[in-house]
């Protein structure tokens, strides 16, 4: 695997007359093999979080079966098919199928159930804020700190969102 470290970052412009603060911890640029993500994966409806761009969480998971009918009052929520087939169903939309490579974008404040007959390998990207299954409890339904159980991210500024987040 290819991998590019940078460290240490500058993080603050030095005062006239004082010198540069460094951050001290190291970043490592390397690519995300969805495919090896999803092998870690190891049980339905429990995403795993990969990586992290700004205010977004970048998951895999593998379902199978429905989830819940459920929505997201605050947060749009990415879905991109790797492996399978994701039927996502709306109560007043058109249900949608996905193959893979193929994506949709479920709106803040819609209400939908995905849908997997066979397994199937996604990647969710959706702000951190957001609670997997919406605005209802299920018994298939992770707490952000439960998806960010492998994650490297959980040394950042999820410590924050863990604790303001819950289920």
């Known amino acids: ?30 690519p995300v093999n969805f495919l090896k993500a ?18 977004q969480y970048v998951k895999v998971a593998k379902l199978k079966g429905s ?27 058109a249900d949608v199928i996905l193959k893979p490579g193929e994506v949709c974008i479920v709106p803040k404040g819609v209400l939908h159930n995905p849908v997997a007959d066979e397994e199937c390998g996604i ?10 299954t919406g605005d209802v ?11 960010l159980t492998n994650s490297r991210h959980t040394k950042r500024d999820d410590i924050v969102t863990l604790r303001d987040t819950q289920r």
């Not at 290819?2 to 970043?27: C, W």
């Not at 990647?123 to 997997?132: G, N, Q, R």
């Not at 299920?138 to 700190?145: L, Y």
């Open 1 to 30: 695997m290819n991998s590019i470290t940078m460290g240490p970052r500058a993080v603050q412009a030095p005062a006239k007359g004082s010198r540069l603060k460094r951050d001290t911890e190291e970043m490592t640029i390397h």
């Open 137 to 147: 409890i299920t018994p298939h339904t992770k707490s952000i700190a439960e998806q």
């Open 38 to 55: 999803l092998e870690s994966v190891t049980g339905y409806w429990s995403p795993n979080v990969v990586e992290r761009v700004n205010d």
């Open 123 to 132: 990647v969710l990207i959706e702000a951190i804020s957001t609670k997997h």
């Open 67 to 93: 989830l819940a009918w459920h929505k997201h009052d605050q947060e749009d929520e990415l879905f991109l098919v790797i492996y399978g087939s994701l039927r996502i169903e709306f109560k007043n939309e």
